[in-house]
């Protein structure tokens, strides 16, 4: 399953390399397009931090390719843990907007308590 997020471009933004440079400079205005679960990666997995990667346009396509960090703790010293995963999302930039489509993990099932 995908959940789409629209961003608004600022007018006189017209190439993709202007559209690159926007997002590169303003993440704060779309990085909750970015999928930062990490519960799927570890079910005691903490999410710490992330850092954008790399953004590419070309013909009105976006990819953003990002890492999200994370700490798993177990009570044991050492079987804590901590882990980063390679992430990316991608876009279509048209009519002064990016939609970005990010998948969406399928929640967990649980063996029912009854059997």
């Not at 399953?1 to 997002?23: F, H």
């Amino acid at each position: 399953m995908y959940r789409a997020t629209s961003v608004v471009i600022p007018a006189g933004i017209t190439t993709d390399d202007q559209v690159r440079e926007w997002l590169a400079e303003n993440v704060e205005d779309w990085e909750a397009a970015l999928d930062l679960e990490v519960e799927y990666v570890d079910d005691r997995a903490v999410y710490q931090w992330h850092q954008i990667d790399d953004i590419d346009v070309v013909g009105g396509q976006v990819r953003v390719e990002y890492t999200v960090e994370y700490d798993a703790y177990y009570g044991c010293k050492d079987m804590d843990s901590s882990g980063e995963d390679e992430r990316d999302i991608t876009g279509q930039w048209r009519d002064g907007e990016v939609v970005f489509q990010t998948f969406v993990q399928p929640e967990r099932s649980v063996p029912d308590d009854e059997l």
